[in-house]
């Protein structure tokens, strides 16, 4: 009896071991994995953003924050690309300051510690493809980094410039910008630079259905939309080239059917028959896994993580 105990103990130690030990273990690597995701992104926003000066302090603080009890260690950060970073991050018990944790019940058994690790890598580029938050393509010519707060109208200007048409109605492909298809009615378009984007079926200046909404939550917040090289077509057969992707501002507009905002700003006015939005282009880093990397540098980054 007393050796069926004895080995029937060291099973049960062994399972006790398995689902203690074990179980820490795996909340130490969900711990660590979110330290290097957050290390890795926040490194790479940083280095999108020109302000890469200290890689190895941000990860540090970042994998630290992580940890439940405030300690772990960078074990590596490398650039693989110039447009990526590694991390990782591994153990660090907060008592001793050891890299390797003591295990309670696996000891028994001859496992007495073991090192944790997880790492992760982000990656930064200049988008080429992704959703545009709006189904809109600016013409090229209003395209001002860091310039003023301007109003890109529906209609576009007299004079026959890049960004208008000497036609009677004012119109290039139909104004200044153009809205995209949207055949689903999400008020959103897909677009990649390496395929002509088609025009909306429906050309007018009225906003297209559940835009509204839509507009509403972008207010004051800064968006990525698409940037057209060229255009071709007519009426609902026109099509944009899109050359890539440029972060605007939206601060106001004026639409048909819908409620105006914030239609004055010095220099900028968009009242009565003017239909339009409001906006400034900006620099801008945007943590978005939903791009593809590979565009020209609008003054625009995306980050992702890729693994």
């Known amino acids: ?56 302090e941000t990860a540090r603080q970042l994998v630290n924050v992580n940890a439940n009890d405030g300690a772990a260690t960078v074990g590596r950060l490398a650039f693989p690309t110039s447009g990526s970073v590694l991390v990782q991050a591994t153990s660090r018990d907060a008592a001793t300051g ?16 073991v090192t944790v690790a997880a790492q992760a890598v982000a990656a930064w580029g200049n988008p080429a ?25 529906m209609h576009g200007d007299s004079g026959g410039t890049d960004c208008s048409s000497v036609s009677p109605s004012g119109k290039l492909l139909p104004g200044g910008f ?43 917040q800064t968006v990525l939309l698409p940037v057209y090289g060229d255009k071709g077509g007519t009426g609902s057969g026109g099509w944009y080239a899109i050359r890539g992707w440029a972060a605007f501002q939206v601060l ?33 880093v945007s943590p978005d896994e939903g791009f593809r990397t590979g565009g020209p540098d609008l003054g625009t980054s995306v980050v992702t993580l890729t693994r």
Request: proline share 6%; glycine share 10%.
């Open 1 to 56: 009896m007393a050796l069926v105990v004895a080995v029937s103990l060291v099973a049960l130690l062994g399972f006790v071991a398995l689902a203690v030990d074990a179980g820490a273990l795996y909340a130490e690597r969900a711990q660590l994995q979110n330290g290097a995701d957050a290390a890795a992104l926040a490194v790479a926003q940083d280095c999108a953003d020109g302000s890469c000066t200290d890689p190895h």
């Open 98 to 113: 050891a890299g390797a944790l003591t295990l309670t019940f696996a000891s028994i058994l001859g496992f007495r510690d």
């Open 129 to 153: 493809g992704g959703p545009a938050v709006l189904p809109l393509a600016f013409a090229p010519c209003v395209f001002k980094l860091d310039g003023p707060v301007q109003v890109i109208s």
């Open 178 to 220: 153009g809205w995209l298809d949207d055949p689903a009615g999400r008020c959103r378009a897909d677009v990649d630079i390496a395929v002509n984007a088609p025009m909306r079926s429906d050309t007018g200046t009225s906003l297209p259905a559940n835009c509204a909404p839509v507009l509403a939550s972008v207010a004051d």
């Open 252 to 284: 106001g507009w004026n639409f048909p059917g819908t409620s105006y905002r914030n239609t004055t700003y010095s220099g900028a006015q968009c009242r009565g028959s003017c239909k339009g939005l409001i906006g400034k282009f900006v620099r801008f």
